[in-house]
């Protein structure tokens, strides 16, 4: 019994700092990406990504989910390898992202 208590203990530990982390690292990467914008750009659209868009991605998240475990009846293997294709295009996606973003400063700084 102790045993397990210990455990979930170290567990509870070790997903609080998981969390923290992706928490800290995803919320700097996120401004990061308003540097290049104007503070007209920036406040108008920054409302509709945090409003719409964020809450639309957990939606998907969470429709994804279902269909895959009650509609697909994925094996945990295979759900697996979806989430490594939608890694994937994720990776794709913000690469893309990166390189507009590299775009716009190199405007940026052409024009000051």
């Known amino acids: 019994m102790i045993a397990a208590g210990a455990t979930f203990a170290l567990v509870r530990w070790i997903k609080t700092a998981e969390n923290a982390t992706d928490y ?8 990061l990406l308003w540097l290049p914008t104007s503070a007209d750009e920036k406040y108008k659209a920054k ?9 639309s991605g957990d939606v998907l998240s969470a429709a994804i989910v279902f ?21 994937l295009a994720w990776l794709a996606a913000a690469l893309l992202v990166l390189r507009r973003h590299d775009a716009l400063l190199e405007r940026r700084a052409k024009a000051a």
Do not use: K, P, W, Y
């Open 47 to 55: 409302q509709a990504i945090d409003a719409f868009f964020v809450r």
């Open 67 to 87: 269909a895959g475990t009650a509609v697909l009846h994925l094996s945990v293997a295979r759900f697996a390898l979806v989430n490594v294709a939608l890694v």
């Open 24 to 31: 800290s690292i995803m919320n700097t990467a996120r401004q």
